[in-house]
């Protein structure tokens, strides 16, 4: 199922769902779209952008808050997202879109099938839509994520390709699970998270 959100569901009031309030000191800090301190809210209002998923908690000691700043794009959208806990995440295939992500703060544990990744802030990750992911973010993990849909990556080019320093091309394949660009070579999607950083914050 592709990400859609209508700005009925965009505006729609969730129980406990706190009032947004802009703020520019975070990433998309402009664009609040929810703040919860309830797992299944979140997961709720977070299935709604992406995909349907499950979500735990993993940590029952640390409180439960949820963050999520967004901005739309034409088919898609730049989000920002933080759970303020340790959490597993289970959205299975997503679909037809692949899911870029660019990790901010902190860290998370990203399974695609076989392959394992650890994404920090060294590392951004493309998710591919068919093969079954599971994650899981630690507590003080924070992420840009992009989705692109299927159609427009697979009719562009069969591959990605960015320029690392040095000026020697990289590709990242979309038929991989998952494709883990370091912050010292080749960005994701042919950009870097400290671009993608500096991007948003200014937007």
């Not at 349907?52 to 908690?57: A, N, S, V, Y």
């Not at 703060?105 to 599971?134: F, K, M, W, Y």
């Not at 394949?173 to 010292?184: D, N």
């Amino acid at each position: 199922m592709q990400p859609t959100l209508t700005s009925t569901e965009r505006t729609r009031p969730f129980r406990g769902a706190q009032r947004l309030h802009a703020n520019a000191a975070e990433p998309l800090g402009a664009f609040p779209f929810f703040r919860s301190q309830d797992p299944d809210e979140s997961r709720q209002m977070v299935s709604r952008v992406f995909c349907p998923h499950d979500l735990r908690q993993v940590d029952q000691h640390t409180p439960f808050a949820s963050r999520h700043n967004m901005v739309r794009l034409a088919e898609t959208a730049l989000n920002y997202l933080a759970y303020g806990a340790e959490v597993e995440i289970d959205p299975g295939c997503l679909g037809n879109f692949y899911l870029v992500q660019l990790p901010l703060s902190g860290s998370a544990e990203i399974s695609c099938g076989a392959q394992r990744v650890h994404a920090s802030q060294d590392t951004a990750s493309i998710l591919n839509p068919d093969v079954p992911t599971r994650m899981r973010w630690h507590r003080d993990a924070t992420k840009l994520m992009l989705w692109i849909p299927a159609r427009h990556w697979s009719g562009a080019s069969p591959n990605i390709s960015a320029n690392p320093p040095g000026g020697h091309s990289a590709s990242s394949s979309p038929s991989r699970a998952v494709t883990a660009s370091p912050r010292a070579g080749a960005g994701c999607c042919g950009t870097s998270p400290t671009t993608s950083t500096t991007a948003a914050r200014n937007g």
